[in-house]
């Protein structure tokens, strides 16, 4: 299993499939064939049909400038994975080269018939349950099981991972007026961390912190929205759920930084299994595949911080995804905004209801472990109607009725 350098990675929104990914893969073309004068570029299946609002366009043509290109938006094409990009290079009007891509997820890419540098598989067990069995017998926790195959080196990149986290809610919480795009959505986060309203706080039933939560998710993932600096945790889409979790511990709860890196550390191996054994694409999976992810690696590290044994996180991660299973992926217009925002903030609350009643029941019998969960997760996500696969063609997406 990969480094958590490969899930954690820091760069701009709004989308690390349809963002990160595609300017990944336009980098390798362009560095395969420097002698290309034109490029041509075919997007296909989620990435045509969504690719304006998550500025796939644009993150492409910042890479390929100043080479002359062209691209094509083809949702008509049937293709094996969503996230299917084709490059061409012309040479004086001459074809010199091609390339099949395919984004992955996470802001992780794949290249047909090229095999491009491979990241090296730093963890001896690729399945939850081997690894369960090898703390146990070595009476280690998850943490300790980072640090035994990643080194020390790992926590110097969590430090990062951790203040980017911090500065992508710190901003969005400064931030007023309207996010980008055609939707005119109004930012939120800066109302609802400074609402005083003693009606509403109310509601909060003796946690008026709670509603701190909620802005940080919303603060997070509106900078997101911006195009700003995030952190994949597992992906852009469901960048707030698990740094305003951490935030909220911190700012809300008082834990120290330390033990938030340590918190991090845990989350970012749950969210290693989902990676490699399921997915953590919207194309693939619906948004179970993300927001679902980041809530049960939120979950986990949550149930760490409290001092929760293994098995408890292992709950505690099986909860926050099954509670998610079926989530549809439509964003509206193709924009990371409705309902990607929203949907970062109940994931973050229901992240810790999840570690609060694994917490509570860590006698339960287990009919399924993480490993049987994360393959059900992936079965589900697939049998979802591509209209609710990251295509903007199905549900809250097709009925959209914009303000006039």
């Known amino acids: 299993m990969q480094s958590l350098l490969e899930l954690y990675k820091i760069g701009h929104g709004p989308s690390s499939s349809h963002t990160m990914g595609p300017s990944k893969l336009s980098g390798i073309f362009k560095e395969k064939f420097p002698k290309a004068d034109k490029i041509k570029v075919i997007l296909y299946g989620s990435l045509a049909l969504t690719g304006k609002g998550h500025l796939t366009d644009i993150a492409i043509s910042d890479v390929l400038k100043p080479i002359k290109h062209e691209i094509i938006f083809d949702a008509k094409t049937k293709v094996n994975h969503p996230n299917t990009v084709d490059f061409i290079g012309y040479k004086n009007g001459k074809e010199i080269g091609k390339m099949r891509g395919i984004s992955i997820g996470g802001g992780s890419v794949k290249v047909e018939g090229m095999p491009i540098k491979q990241v090296k598989e730093c963890y001896k067990f690729n399945f939850f349950k081997h690894v369960y069995k090898y703390c146990k017998q070595n009476k280690i926790d998850l943490y300790d099981y980072v640090i035994k195959f990643e080194g020390n080196e790992i926590i110097s990149h969590l430090k990062n991972v951790w203040k980017a986290m911090q500065k992508s809610i710190e901003l969005g919480l400064k931030q007023k007026g309207k996010l980008p795009g055609k939707i005119g959505l109004e930012r939120r986060a800066y109302i609802m961390y400074h609402n005083k309203d003693t009606k509403i706080n109310k509601m909060f039933l003796g946690t008026p912190s709670l509603k701190h939560l909620y802005a940080y998710a919303f603060a997070c993932n509106e900078t997101n929205a911006s195009g700003g600096v995030v952190v994949t945790a597992p992906t852009c889409g ?6 305003a979790v951490m935030y909220y511990a911190k700012k809300d709860l008082g834990f120290k930084d330390e033990q938030i890196i340590k ?3 845990v989350a970012g191996i749950v969210g290693n299994f989902f990676k490699r054994n399921g997915s953590v694409a919207g194309a693939e999976g619906g948004c179970q595949a993300e927001v679902g992810t980041a809530c049960a690696m939120a979950a986990a590290g ?10 408890v996180i292992q709950h505690a991660a099986k909860i926050g995804i099954t509670h998610h299973f079926g989530l549809t992926c439509d964003p509206v217009m193709g ?3 409705i309902p990607c925002i929203e949907r ?9 209801e999840a570690a609060q009643i694994a ?3 860590k006698d339960e019998e287990d009919f399924y472990d993480l490993d049987d969960i994360v393959k059900i997760a992936y079965i589900t996500g697939k049998d979802l109607d591509p209209c609710y696969r990251e295509t903007s063609t199905g549900g809250l997406a097709k009925h959209f009725k914009p303000k006039k």
């Open 344 to 352: 970062n903030a109940t994931a973050a609350h229901r992240a810790i």
């Open 335 to 337: 924009y990371v905004q």
């Open 263 to 265: 918190a991090l550390a």
């Open 302 to 311: 949550f149930a760490y911080l409290y001092g929760n044994d293994i098995d």
């Open 359 to 361: 917490a509570l029941n």
């Open 238 to 243: 469901a960048c707030g759920t698990i740094p």
